[in-house]
Each structure stands twice: as C-alpha cells, then as structure tokens.
C-alpha cells in the first residue's frame, strides 16, 4: 500500500490491554485508524480507538459479525497482535475473510499447535527435535528410552510454564504430570533434549519475503526441580556455526512451506550437538517479554514498534539500520507474566563489556 493519507485506511487491533496499549497507540500516532478488540471494556488501549469491539480475541467468527458491519466505513489494511496462541489464529482467519495478506488458516493452526507444529515440520524436512505425542488421558503410557528428555505441553498460555528437563527416572511421573496440567490442548510432547543455546530469530515477512532483524539468546534457567524459568534474553554473537545463516535458511523454508505471506515471525532454534539448529517454536505474533517496551528501544537503531506497524499493514519502504548494539535483558525472580515483573537492562560497546557489566551486576545481587 501507498503510505498517504493514512486517515483512510484502518488498522484490527486484537487486544487492547496494557501490553497492546503501545501498539495501538504506535498506530495511532502513524495516522491510521483503529479498530481495537477486547472483552474488558476497561482495557486502556480503547483509549485510542476510533472503534471498540467488546469481545475476546479467541472468538474469531464473533469479531468477523461485528468487522463486517464497519467493512463499508473502512478500509481494512491489517491486523496487529501482540499475543501468542489462540489469538494467532483469529488473526488468521480475520486476515482470510476480509482478504488480507497474513497467514493461511490451517498453518496458524498448525504452527500454534506444538503436536501439529511437530507433525507438519517432520513432513516437510524442517529440522526439529526427535518427538512422541500424547494425550493427556494417556500419557501414563509414555516411555522414556533416553535421558535427558524434554516434556513440554502442546500449547500453553504462559510462556515456560508445564515444561520440564527430565534428568532422572523419578521425575519422568511429575514432569509429565505438571506438562498435562499446563497444556491447553489435551496434548503433551516428548522430546530429545537439545544442549546448545537457545536462540531467536527476530524477524517479520512481508509480501511473502523473510525480512530479518537479528538473532538472540534466550537466557533459561532450569531450576532443580527440572522446571524451565524465563531468565532473560541478550544479543547473540551470531557468526559462530553460521547460526544466523541457518536461521534464515530455516525461516525461509517455514515461509514456502506453510505459504505465509505476512506476518510477525519469532523463531526459537535450540542447536544439536553439530551445531545445526533445529526449530523450537514460531511465534507469528510480535512478542511479549517487554522486549518491545524495554529491549528493543536499547538495541536498535529504528522504531521497533513503528516498523511492526508498517510490516503488518504491508509497508515496506522503510530504511533501517540493523545494526543492532550488545544488550541483554535480565527478569526479576518471580511467577506467573515477566510483564509483570521488575526487570533490569544493560548495553555496552562490545559483548565482552556486556558480559563483565552482567557478571558485576551478577555478583553485587
Ligand atoms: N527439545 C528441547 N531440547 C532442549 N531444551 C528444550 C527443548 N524444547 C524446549 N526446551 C527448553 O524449554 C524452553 C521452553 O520451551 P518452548 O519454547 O517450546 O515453550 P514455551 O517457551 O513455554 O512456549 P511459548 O514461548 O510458546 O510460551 C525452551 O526455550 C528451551 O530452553
Ligand atoms: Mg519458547
């Protein structure tokens, strides 16, 4: 689309609680209007809507009812979601219905769902751990040949939450159980465990084009227990192994394969003991975890938020800078949202000094 008169054109908005308000409020200030959606009438994102749907962002054909009764007034130019799960896939089928570039129905369905996400990938030659899948009603059949094993839930709402490493025999019954009391689908996975980092690929596509930022390590701890909590994440020193090469290889594959044409695109990889990464999860949202409100701003040269904006409305004349500046987020200790939670930032000119600033930081706690 042409970037004029932008008044004309309007922009979905799934959600308008506190981690959508910037997004919403992003689109706002680029001009265009906006159409947000929540069930709570109290979400603070309304405050910049020019129109307010009442209802979940689950409830995809409920939301279409209400979009198709603004579709003379408007003209529809792109959905922005922040969330992940359930939500993917009302973006999805909004995209569809009002003709929309976004991502075909059944590959939100299949990339959100981790069982079917395995399923899809091992059929297409996309590299992932070796996995089992289960039902929860069935999963005391599970048998475990090889440890360390990871036990995780097809699809959770909270990012970490059910999943476990299982290093011994004696935490294969708990690990398991907690994985069947965090899943949202009836289903579990058991997977290889995968020693290398994990990493993410920041990226978008656009116009069916992989439209890449930068590659991050996500910082996990594994507590005693097993348990996997969000630690944080920092920029990656991504020339070893060719890791951001193979990243992209992967993502482009993920792109053809699963005929995505635009969409936020996260990509977690875990590498094998080659060094080849092996996908984790695609996230086709454009994030939690405060990056947007607390990392990006520190490691980017550009408006991370401006350009999630014009990727998901088909904008793509911006020039960037991708140089991206050593930076490392660290989450408070707690439960439950890292939105939630306190959290401390650093950069530095080089990673070495990241890394001694975090290690300093580190000893004085
Ligand atoms: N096969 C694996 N081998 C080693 N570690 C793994 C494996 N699968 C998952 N993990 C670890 O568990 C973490 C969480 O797994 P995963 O990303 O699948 O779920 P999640 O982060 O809870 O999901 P979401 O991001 O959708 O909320 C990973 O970041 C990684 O540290
Ligand atoms: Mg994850």
Redesign the pocket.
Known sequence: MKATNLRDFAVICLAAGKSQLPVIAKAKSLGFTIVAIDQNKEAPGFEYADYKIYLSTYDADQIIKELNKLKQKLNWVGVINRS??PPVISAAKICKHFGLPGVPVESAESLVN?DQMRIACSKRNIPI?NYKIYDVDECNTASVDLLPV?V?PAL?L??????S?IRREDKIGPSIQYASENTINNKILL?????GP?LSLVSFVNDGQLFPICLLE?I?IEKKDGT?SAKGYKTCDSDRYNWTQQAHHIANNLISEFNIVRSAFMI?F?SDSNNNLRL??V?LDIGGDLMIEAFYPKAFNFDFLKLAVEMAVGISESQIDLKVKPTAIYYNEGEGLLSNRGYKVFTANTMEMLEEKISKASLQN
Do not use: A, T
């Open positions: 992940s799960g981790k751990p990871v995780k959770s909270i990012g970490k939450s059910g999943v490493v997977e290889e465990f995968l020693q994990d996500e996990n996997l977690s875990r984790i999860e996230h």
